[in-house]
T-cell receptor, first 113, second 112 residues
């Protein structure tokens, strides 16, 4: 299995621009999670899906953030408009069940200037 | 009290040393516990699950203390390659529901 695949690996954008991050979970994993990691706050859960349905989006910081999962093999996290404080590494992870360990993608390193 | 807390370290130890990390959690109903390893500028990778009866994998031993609400990771005979940040993860909603909350990690540096 190719594992969890994220794209792009790096993104540098100007403040105010729209940013779209992409994730392909491991086939057969029913749960998909979006996390954000910074030095100050560590790994923070933004949102997670079960069978393509958003279950908990309480970690999404603002209305500028939105996430979708149109099918079992694809999810997007969108930031519009982006701000410098959004600079972080965004990880996607998938799991068979929440009680199981997660497999993380390689992450997207976002820099907003 | 924070949901999941770890000593950030760094723990600087010589090769061959034994080192232990603890991780405390706030929700007594939590059922799932894990240790992850994260190398610099890489994604977290699952190191091991933590079972009520404890879990051992080679040089690594994980234990759960429900009464005091913490998990531990023991590394014996440390190798240079063990240098990394170790994150604990706890299911905070109890049972098999909900999501994992991660600690900020403990940095380990093994020196020659």
């Amino acid at each position: 299995d190719a594992g969890v695949i994220q794209s792009p690996r790096h993104e540098v954008t100007e403040m105010g621009q729209e940013v779209t991050l992409r994730c392909k979970p491991i086939s057969g994993h029913d749960y998909l999670f979006w996390y954000r990691q910074t030095m100050m706050r560590g790994l923070e859960l933004l949102i997670y899906f079960n069978n393509n349905v958003p279950i908990d989006d309480s970690g999404m910081p603002e209305d500028r953030f939105s996430a979708k999962m149109p099918n079992a093999s694809f999810s997007t996290l969108k930031i519009q408009p982006s701000e410098p404080r959004d600079s972080a590494v965004y990880f996607c992870a998938s799991s068979l069940k929440p009680g199981f360990g997660y497999t993380f993608g390689s992450g997207t390193r976002l820099t907003v200037v | 009290r924070k949901e999941v807390e770890q000593d950030p370290g760094p723990f600087n130890v010589p090769e061959g040393a034994t080192v232990a990390f603890n991780c405390t959690y706030s929700n007594s109903a939590s059922q799932s516990f894990f240790w992850y390893r994260q190398d610099c500028r890489k994604e977290p990778k699952l190191l091991m699950s933590v079972y009520s009866s404890g879990n051992e994998d080679g040089r690594f031993t994980a234990q759960l203390n429900r009464a005091s609400q913490y998990i531990s990771l023991l590394i014996r005979d440390s190798k240079l390659s063990d240098s990394a940040t170790y994150l604990c993860a706890v299911n905070m909603k109890g049972g098999s529901q909900g999501n994992l909350i991660f600690g900020k990690g403990t940095k380990l540096s093994v020196k020659p």
